[in-house]
């Protein structure tokens, strides 16, 4: 006589629920090796690729305007021209913010100006103008007395920021945002009174940070 074996509707649950929790577990697995397939494809590109930051040059300065109005207040004027090139071969760069200002021994005399986010291609170079202009500025008091010094000498040394962020660009994948700042400085010729209008156009380097 063989014998009959009933199983509980409790055991059948119960039973359901282990299958279940293995095809979840299962799932799990397979969704995360996935994942960490895919971002070790990425690391791996990015390691082959590993993009070189971008190189600037200021091209030219022009101090239209640079008065003091009474012993604190500083209007100025100024038109400089930067080059921007991406060294890369096979990584672009979007530039999602860009802003720019100037300072004269460490104090800033005139606000951010923006230039408008671009787009810059491997292996390609962009001209980039940006006009500053600073009404009634607040600058210390070592300001007057560091420009008669340097009118005394016949130099005028300004720097020139850039901050801003930009992404990295691979085929289809783009990087998330990343910090920059680009230090430029110049050195121009520095009369007597009347001055300025003040100008350089010798090209210098500027030193660039990710």
């Known amino acids: 006589m063989s014998k009959i074996t009933e199983k509980s509707p409790k055991h059948c649950a119960n039973k359901q629920a282990v299958n279940l929790h293995k095809l979840n577990k299962k799932l ?6 996935l994942v960490l397939s895919i971002l070790s494809l990425i690391f791996l590109v990015w390691l082959i690729l590993h993009p070189t930051k971008p190189n600037f040059s200021l091209t030219q300065a022009d101090i239209n305007q640079l008065n003091l109005s009474g012993q604190s207040l500083l209007n100025s004027s100024i038109q400089l021209t930067l080059q921007s090139n991406n060294p890369n071969k096979k990584v672009s760069i979007y530039y999602d913010e860009f802003l720019i200002y100037a ?52 130099k005028l040394a ?30 121009m010729p520095f009369g007597p009174i009347p001055s300025p209008p003040l100008s350089s156009t010798q090209g210098s380097h500027c030193s660039t940070t990710i």
Request: charged share 20%; aromatic share 12%; proline share 5%.
């Open 28 to 33: 799990y697995i397979y969704l995360t090796t």
């Open 158 to 187: 300004l720097s020139f920021k850039v901050m801003g962020k930009l992404r990295w660009k691979v085929g289809t994948w783009v990087s998330g945002r990343y910090r920059f700042v680009v230090n430029c400085m110049t050195v």
């Open 103 to 154: 300072s004269y021994k460490g104090q800033k005399i005139t606000p951010e100006t923006a230039i408008p986010a671009f787009y810059q291609d491997h292996e390609e170079t962009n001209t980039l103008s940006a006009s500053l202009v600073g009404k009634e500025q607040p600058v210390g008091p070592s300001f007057a007395d560091g420009v008669q010094r340097d009118q005394r000498t016949g």
